[in-house]
């Protein structure tokens, strides 16, 4: 493990625990990742979508000998095992809510430091990796392109069908993605969660995820994309700077 690879709080997650003999063929008609293709040991983000394409949730997917651990924000996971659950019908897999082990988060840490997470506190490095997380108060809000999941391998285009598939492959292409998640600084407090973002004064993004950095924030907001590079403000007036991203964006 890197030595400055964040430390992930043991209750910021909780996971979803699938294990018996369908449990990937299970996942794998649930989630935007290829489930399939993870080796014991191995973790990739994904998506959990609705019907109609939106992000239900942004887990990371850790596969264990014979199991996958959906880990998700801890207020977010009942309600995720309650929509698998629903799911299940007769697939042969069982699943569970239990806090993450220790090694589990030692190796999201890592995981996160590799792609671009330089910070000691974990949602900084969230946003400085690019990875725009869904909580309880943003289920439901965006599709998977407006989150970059397409730019940092999160969905799987070659796969077979999945919840949402058909709304994600028609996004992406038809070329129809008007808004992309950017980074941004402000010398304010951390915005919460779906606050507007203003350019002269009108909306024009809200953010996903925010946290306390030197000088004030950096966060990470679903912004249109014909705003991209102008002058956007937080709703209080504090006036945003923009910041780079570790992968490119189209």
């Known amino acids: 493990?890197?030595?400055?690879?964040?430390?992930?709080?043991?209750?910021?997650?909780?996971?979803?625990?699938?294990?018996?003999?369908?449990?990937?063929?299970?996942?794998?008609g649930q989630l935007t990742q290829d489930v399939l293709?993870?080796?014991?040991?191995?973790?990739?983000?994904?998506?959990?979508?609705?019907?109609?394409?939106?992000?239900?949730?942004?887990?990371?997917?850790?596969?264990?000998?014979?199991?996958?651990a959906l880990l998700v924000p801890a207020p977010l996971a009942?309600?995720?095992h309650e929509r698998l659950r629903r799911y299940v019908l007769r697939a042969r897999v069982r699943l569970a809510l239990a806090p993450p082990d220790p090694p589990t988060l030692a190796l999201l840490g890592a995981t996160l430091a590799a792609?671009?997470?330089?910070?000691?506190?974990w949602t900084l490095a969230l946003v400085r990796a690019g990875v725009g997380e869904v909580g309880a108060a943003t289920s439901e809000e965006w599709i998977p392109q407006m989150l970059n999941l397409d730019l940092t391998g999160a969905i799987s285009f070659q796969k077979g069908c999945y919840t949402g598939q058909e709304i994600v492959a028609r996004?992406?292409?038809?070329?129809?993605?008007?808004?992309?998640?950017?980074?941004?600084?402000?010398?304010?407090?951390?915005?919460?969660?779906k606050a507007a973002l203003l350019a002269g004064g009108q909306k024009a993004g809200e953010a996903v995820l925010s946290a306390p950095a030197p000088g004030g924030c950096e966060l990470l907001a679903v912004v249109n994309l014909d705003a991209r590079g102008a002058a956007l403000a937080l709703e209080g007036g504090a006036a945003c700077e923009w910041a780079d991203l570790p992968y490119p964006l189209p």
């Open 37 to 68: 293709t993870l080796a014991a040991g191995s973790v990739r983000r994904a998506a959990l979508l609705t019907p109609q394409g939106r992000v239900l949730a942004t887990p990371w997917v850790v596969a264990g000998e014979g199991s996958l």
């Open 115 to 121: 792609d671009g997470g330089a910070a000691s506190d």
């Open 171 to 193: 996004t992406q292409h038809l070329g129809r993605i008007k808004r992309r998640m950017f980074r941004l600084r402000a010398q304010a407090g951390p915005p919460a969660a």
């Open 1 to 28: 493990m890197p030595t400055d690879a964040p430390t992930c709080p043991p209750d910021h997650y909780h996971a979803v625990l699938a294990d018996g003999p369908d449990a990937a063929s299970f996942l794998q």
């Open 78 to 80: 009942p309600a995720v």
